[in-house]
């Protein structure tokens, strides 16, 4: 433990109010921040353990981690425990009903739109879907295939 200097009569150090205001609330804020870090970090662990002990009721993706799939009522949240222990959540928007879309004026997304939205952010009046075609896609492990 630290010693504190005693200061002498006459040498005490200037308090200056604002500053005294100032620091003590960023020390509570930063107090409470550790305390929030330490509550996420147990939540997170006892998260990670949960769906280890429930691993076998839920999907794999491709690389084998657990994916858990949770709607709070708001919000679609898909929960992926890696294999490496490595947790993310990924926020969706929540999933429209048939009746959220009647009146708002709200329209989805159409291909022509996506188009559009290229075209004004690289310059190509003449995007079209047709204009990039990928390479054909080769199955896991096979050879190449050339015809001759």
Do not use: C
Request: net charge negative.
């Amino acid at each position: 433990m630290a010693k504190v200097q005693t200061e002498l009569p006459g040498t005490e150090r200037p308090s200056i109010e604002p500053l005294d205001e100032a620091t003590s609330d960023y020390l509570q804020a930063r107090d409470e921040y550790n305390r929030w870090k330490r509550k996420k970090a147990d939540a997170r662990a006892h998260l990670e353990a949960e769906m280890e002990e429930h691993g076998d009721n839920l999907e794999r993706d491709i690389g084998g981690a657990l994916v858990y799939d949770f709607y709070d009522g708001e919000t679609q949240h898909q929960v992926v425990l890696e294999t490496k222990r490595k947790l993310k959540v990924h926020t969706k928007p929540a999933p429209a009903s048939a009746n959220d879309n009647e009146g708002d004026g709200k329209s989805e997304l159409t291909e022509d739109d996506v188009d559009d939205a290229y075209a004004e952010a690289f310059g190509d009046d003449d995007f079209d879907d047709d204009d990039f075609d990928p390479p054909p896609s080769q199955g896991m492990g096979q050879p190449e295939q050339t015809l001759g």
